[in-house]
């Protein structure tokens, strides 16, 4: 009587399942591309599929789209995104949707993208540290052209106080490689953030996003 009971719970259980899959592929973006993906989350158990929560990984969000109770045999929608903005290279990401499903209480989603530019930057970030108010920063930055096709660099846009910004070619070949320099007098203490958007005549990518910070003691 005993198994028949246990027998009965198991098969009486909410059964959560993502029918678009839990290994999501995004493929190649450029970066500062922004992805929004619906799934859909359906019961296919005996009992109600409570869903208790929903958490993402650093860089990319998750929201559940409908009711958190899901009755045997329906849907829900859950909604992830991700913004490649600073991001270079092979990137993996996972959202996790907590539920009464005790075979799969944590149930994991992972995705993928090769986040790409038309320019490459090294480094990607630029972070002065450990400035003082009185201090004149200085850096510099190589920049590549990623393509296999001309790429002019037009000008640059930021509101970041302090920074001055210059090149040394604004017009790069397949492959070819400009240093790109930084002055930095800071305004204020404590830390600054902002973007230095780079705007070029590549069609596929107009704009490109720099992060910037820089701390001041």
């Known amino acids: 009587s005993l198994f028949i009971i246990s027998a009965l719970i198991v098969y009486s259980q909410p059964k959560i399942e993502v029918l678009e899959g839990t290994n999501l592929d995004f493929g190649e973006m450029l970066s500062g591309a922004k992805i929004d993906k619906k799934l859909t989350i359906k019961n296919r158990g005996k009992d109600t599929l409570n869903i208790q929560s929903v958490q993402a990984s650093c860089g990319c969000t998750a929201a559940l789209l409908s009711a958190n109770v899901i009755p045997p ?33 944590q149930l994991l989603i992972t995705f993928t993208a090769n986040i790409t530019s038309v320019l490459k930057f090294d480094p990607q970030l630029i972070y002065f540290q450990n400035l003082t108010l009185d201090t004149t920063a200085t850096m510099k930055l190589k920049v590549r052209n990623n393509t296999n096709e001309s790429v002019e660099i037009v000008y640059f846009d930021h509101k970041i106080q302090g920074l001055q910004i210059d090149i040394m070619q604004r017009k790069l070949m397949p492959n070819e490689i400009t240093e790109l320099f930084l002055k930095y007098i800071p305004t204020s203490q404590g830390i600054s953030q902002g973007e230095i958007i780079v705007n070029t005549k590549n069609k596929k990518q107009p704009k490109i996003p720099l992060r910037f910070f820089a701390y001041v003691k």
């Open 73 to 105: 045999g329906n849907t829900g929608s859950l909604s992830i995104g991700f913004d490649s903005k600073g991001f270079d290279g092979k990137v993996h990401k996972t959202v996790t949707i907590y539920s009464n499903d005790t075979s799969k209480s």
